[in-house]
């Protein structure tokens, strides 16, 4: 079994090298401020909020029906990147930078991304399967759409609560990281459910959290199941790296 040790009084941090989160982060605030700025260009040139809707938002919101997915497949992923309100972007922003940070600092970097992407591609498969066989979600299927990193947020905070559930946060506060996730789950609920009467979104964290919870119970048990996706994206990344003709000397 993997040995995994609680540390205790190291703040978090964004700023260090290597830092998976800050790319993340720095991803979905980019397709924000594009979307944004896009939506201006859009309203500048007369055009109705509909047509920026049809035009933009469609084809990077994930749809609620398997015809709209086959249609745009692409969306699957660009939704867990994709914020189209500000309250939205700010909360999920500050979510991501807790939780993605506590979990990097435990676990490294190397699972942050893997499981945001495994936990929003789960995330996304669970709303449109709730979509389909929840009765009370097919009415609603002509106008919904799901977007945001709620469902791989939602991976982050159960996977970090799973290595480190006593971790403090600040040292002089004596509140164990899982109270902070018990939070988090109940300002969620509240926000998707009662302030913002949506019920579909349901499905989604579900998967996430689930997918969170697998993840990193495996990972401590010595199974790491991205291995394989950081292989790849290392092999991807430096393919055009020169090789290095230093040969080490023993």
Same mark, same amino acid.
């Given at each position: 079994?993997?040995?995994?040790?609680?540390?205790?009084?190291?703040?978090?941090?964004? @700023?260090?090298?290597?830092?998976?989160?800050?790319?993340?982060?720095?991803?979905?605030?980019?397709?924000?401020?594009?979307?944004?700025?896009?939506?201006?260009?859009?309203?500048?040139?007369?055009?109705?909020?509909?047509?920026?809707?049809?035009?933009?938002?469609?084809?990077?919101?994930?749809?609620?029906?398997? *015809?709209?997915?086959?249609?745009?497949?692409?969306?699957?992923?660009?939704?867990?990147?994709? *914020?189209?309100?500000?309250?939205?972007?700010?909360?999920?922003?500050?979510?991501?930078?807790?939780?993605?940070?506590?979990?990097?600092?435990?676990?490294?970097?190397?699972?942050?991304?893997?499981?945001?992407?495994?936990?929003?591609?789960?995330?996304?498969?669970?709303?449109?399967? @709730?979509?389909?066989?929840?009765?009370?979600?097919?009415?609603?299927?002509?106008?919904?759409?799901?977007?945001?990193?709620?469902?791989?947020?939602?991976?982050?905070?159960?996977?970090?609560?799973?290595?480190?559930?006593?971790?403090?946060?600040?040292?002089?506060?004596?509140?164990?990281?899982?109270?902070?996730?018990?939070?988090?789950?109940?300002?969620?609920?509240?926000?998707?459910?009662?302030?913002?009467?949506?019920?579909?979104?349901?499905?989604?964290?579900?998967?996430?959290?689930?997918?969170?919870?697998?993840?990193?119970?495996?990972?401590?048990?010595? *199974?790491?199941?991205?291995?394989?996706?950081?292989?790849?994206?290392?092999?991807?990344?430096?393919?055009?790296?020169?090789?290095?003709?230093? *040969?080490?000397?023993?």
């Amino acid at each position: 079994m993997m040995h995994i040790e609680e540390k205790k009084g190291t703040p978090l941090s964004l @700023g260090e090298g290597n830092n998976m989160m800050t790319k993340i982060l720095l991803v979905n605030i980019t397709v924000f401020i594009l979307l944004f700025f896009t939506e201006i260009i859009y309203g500048i040139e007369g055009n109705k909020p509909e047509r920026f809707i049809n035009d933009v938002l469609s084809q990077v919101l994930l749809p609620s029906t398997i *015809h709209g997915l086959l249609q745009h497949p692409w969306t699957i992923v660009t939704s867990m990147f994709t *914020h189209n309100s500000f309250w939205m972007i700010t909360s999920n922003m500050i979510w991501l930078a807790c939780f993605g940070t506590m979990l990097q600092q435990h676990a490294g970097p190397q699972r942050v991304l893997p499981l945001y992407l495994l936990s929003g591609l789960v995330g996304a498969i669970c709303y449109i399967l @709730g979509m389909q066989l929840i009765p009370s979600f097919r009415e609603l299927q002509p106008a919904a759409t799901m977007t945001g990193a709620s469902a791989s947020i939602m991976a982050l905070a159960i996977g970090a609560t799973v290595v480190a559930p006593g971790y403090r946060l600040l040292p002089n506060l004596p509140i164990p990281f899982w109270i902070i996730t018990l939070i988090f789950l109940v300002v969620n609920v509240v926000t998707h459910v009662i302030t913002s009467h949506d019920l579909t979104i349901v499905p989604a964290l579900i998967g996430g959290g689930l997918t969170g919870f697998f993840y990193m119970s495996q990972w401590k048990k010595g *199974h790491d199941l991205g291995a394989g996706f950081n292989k790849i994206t290392y092999k991807i990344t430096h393919m055009f790296h020169p090789k290095s003709n230093l *040969h080490v000397v023993k």
